[in-house]
């Protein structure tokens, strides 16, 4: 009998026969091989004691599908209500809901000799590689991480907070003065005057000049641009960490274009690139009092000392404050205001609070605001039900592995808390699906409430850094608009729940919300 390698050296390999033949031991190496990966998965992988839906626990594909499509939040959470606090998602990703242990577990502070040997780093396959060769501070870890945001700090800074009110005050009273102009003309789509709000402020903030959107009632030809290139962040990971789906996109690239997200980015680095200059010039000359109101403003001047920001970092940087401080803010103000208006007591319960504390607008200000208990519930309770980046970035495991609320994970696994699904389960609140601001202001029926769970911004020492201002931003602006309006909900929105029908690339994927706007007569 001839052996394998003499068959498969002989000419009958050009054949059709040893096409087939080949062909055939191929695909059978093909099968055999992911059996052997499945059973491993199954039966002998370090995770496989936890539990999860069968195929993810099999193969990565269910949960690369799900985030591809926009339906990773419904998916998620699904899997928590039947499997409990841990689901194993896929082979090597667990989740957990147990964010009252979880997030010191996972993203807390470390001190003495287990600082370094027990830290949860970010999966950096979350952020894609920048275009001019740095590193993001979204994507960066140790080091790295701390330079660039050490870097930064002082343009959050409570000092920083202070100098950029005025400004904040500014784009929430035009705001106001242009509701007050259009919503004559019937209902408006609130998502957008808030996105307009919102980028203004960060624009005006990153570099020192307005964009214009209040003013022109339409959005800067920047953000398709911001909000494209992040909503695209589960294509680029899952193309990046498992191979089938960068060849499935690599053959629809012979068919669709593949590049526009490529281009988008390229398009956004230049038009940032080209800002910066500007804002480097304006701080140069240093007569322009709103430049120093500006988080580059310190930066800049560091800027060349040996731990100071290169010209490079400060585009990168400049490009993901961007994303991070329009979208989200705009997200948590659409969300707030739809969750208002499905409750008319507790819209009437916050109008009446905000109302009975000022006589006119200019009494509203960031301290004013943060005052008002019922308003900073309000927004606690949206967090909880609408948070902007609801499954947020995975840690991985340290070499060594760490135990986790209970568990004990290995190095390299990567961990997840998705906000969405733990701030709506049982297992940490009680009616989780209701709207209750109430919870966050000490009702005894709900005082089992894991409330710590609520993490919007992240925690330990890689918390976002523009939590306060987002803070500050948000409660002024629906304040304000409060103060001014009675907002109902049109009827057009009435038959649908507007944040169900969402999908999430990251970021939420905002319908219109249109809104009916009568101004209160003083």
């Not at 003309?185 to 709000?197: A, N, R």
């Not at 339409?218 to 494209?228: A, D, R």
């Not at 906000?419 to 009616?431: P, Y």
Request: aromatic share 12%; hydrophobic share 40%.
């Amino acid at each position: 009998m001839s052996s394998l390698h003499e068959l498969l050296t002989r000419s009958e390999l050009f054949s059709l026969k040893g096409f087939a033949l080949a062909s055939g031991l191929t695909f059978a190496a093909v099968i055999t091989y992911f059996i052997y990966i499945v059973i491993y998965n199954l039966f002998f992988h370090p995770l496989r004691h936890i539990p999860g839906p069968l195929f993810a626990r099999a193969c990565p594909i269910p949960y690369a599908l799900v985030l591809r499509k926009g339906a990773i939040i419904p998916w998620l959470k699904a899997q928590h209500d039947r499997y409990g606090e841990v689901v194993r998602m896929c082979p090597g990703q667990i989740s957990f809901i147990s964010g009252e242990t979880a997030w010191q577990d996972v993203q807390g502070f470390r001190t003495g000799k287990s600082k370094d040997s027990s830290h949860f780093t970010r999966d950096t396959n979350w952020a894609p590689a920048t275009l001019n060769g740095t590193t993001s501070i979204f994507g960066s870890n140790g080091e790295v991480h701390a330079r660039l945001r050490r870097n930064v700090a002082g343009g959050f800074s409570v000092s920083a907070l202070r100098l950029q009110e005025s400004l904040i005050l500014e784009y929430a009273d035009l705001l106001v003065s242009r509701l007050r102009e259009v919503s004559t003309k019937g209902p408006i789509d609130m998502v957008d005057w808030y996105s307009f709000t919102a980028f203004d402020i960060i624009g005006d903030l990153i570099f020192s000049e307005p964009f214009g959107c209040l003013r022109d009632g339409k959005g800067h030809e920047w953000v398709p641009f911001v909000y494209n290139g992040v909503s695209n962040l589960p294509k680029l990971y899952t193309d990046k960490v498992w191979a089938i789906f960068k060849w499935y996109d690599t053959l629809r690239g012979m068919f669709e274009d593949q590049n526009k997200p490529l281009r988008t980015r390229l398009a956004l680095l230049a038009k940032s690139q080209k800002k910066v200059n500007e804002c480097i010039a304006k701080v140069e000359k240093g007569t322009d009092k709103r430049v120093e109101a500006s988080f580059f403003a310190g930066v800049i001047k560091k800027g060349g000392t040996e731990k100071g920001l290169t010209r490079n970092e400060l585009d990168t940087i400049a490009m993901g404050f961007l994303g991070a401080g329009s979208e989200t803010t705009a997200t948590i103000l659409s969300g707030a205001t739809y969750m208002l208006l499905i409750n008319p007591d507790k819209y009437e319960k916050l109008v009446h609070e905000i109302r009975t504390a000022f006589s006119s607008t200019e009494q509203i200000t960031m301290d004013s605001a943060n005052k008002l208990d019922y308003l900073v519930a309000v927004f606690q309770e949206s967090f909880r039900h609408y948070p902007p980046v609801s499954t947020g970035i995975p840690r991985v495991a340290p070499p060594g592995g760490a135990d986790v609320s209970g568990y004990y994970i290995p190095g390299g696994t990567h961990v997840l808390i998705p906000q969405h699904a733990a701030n709506r389960s049982t297992r940490n609140f009680k009616d989780p699906d209701e709207f209750v601001p109430e919870r966050w202001l000490g009702d005894p029926k709900y005082k089992h409430d894991k409330l710590s769970v609520v993490q919007p911004f992240g925690y330990g020492p890689m918390v976002c850094l523009g939590k306060n201002l987002a803070y500050a931003e948000m409660r002024v602006i629906l304040a304000k608009c409060l103060f001014a309006f009675d907002m109902e909900l049109d009827e057009s929105e009435k038959s649908e729940h507007w944040i169900n029908k969402q999908r999430q690339f990251f970021l939420w994927e905002k319908p219109d919300l249109k809104v009916r706007l009568t101004s209160v007569k003083r």
